[in-house]
């Protein structure tokens, strides 16, 4: 059975960090393209951050350049969304998602999704 488990979110003050994880079973990473949304109390989704399949390029919403990096460990087939200067903005429900046409992108025609990890940034 085809899965994605999503982990590391919790609550942090503004200014700090955290690495979340999406772990894949059933399946190898090395052959999908994975995308980091998001989703904030009565907003919609919004593409985050996405790779693709065995590292080929990053992708990254102007919001989180240049504070978020996303990376993959197909040894662990988990890719991280290490997130650095959270904003309280930043506060969401974070999911993952797996793809394999085309290339990673930004808006949502992925097909698996995971359940999502929260993640909120408050003092």
């Known amino acids: 059975q085809l899965q994605l488990v999503e982990s590391g979110g919790g609550l942090v003050q503004p200014g700090g960090s955290l690495r979340l994880s999406c772990t894949a079973s059933?399946?190898?990473?090395?052959?999908?393209?994975i995308g980091w949304f998001r989703q904030a109390p009565g907003k919609e989704r919004e593409g985050v951050s996405c790779?693709?399949?065995?590292?080929?390029?990053?992708n990254y919403a102007d919001s989180v350049k240049g504070r978020f990096t996303i990376s993959s460990d197909n040894a662990k087939n988990t890719v991280y969304l290490q997130m650095n200067s959270l904003k309280p903005e930043d506060t969401a429900v974070y999911y993952c998602?797996?793809?394999?046409?085309?290339?990673?992108?930004?808006?949502?025609?992925?097909?698996?999704w995971g359940q999502g990890t929260q993640v909120t940034v408050s003092s």
């Open positions: 790779i693709s399949s065995s590292g080929g390029g990053t």
């Open positions: 059933g399946f190898t990473l090395d052959y999908y393209h």
């Open positions: 998602a797996a793809r394999t046409l085309g290339r990673c992108v930004l808006s949502m025609e992925y097909k698996h």
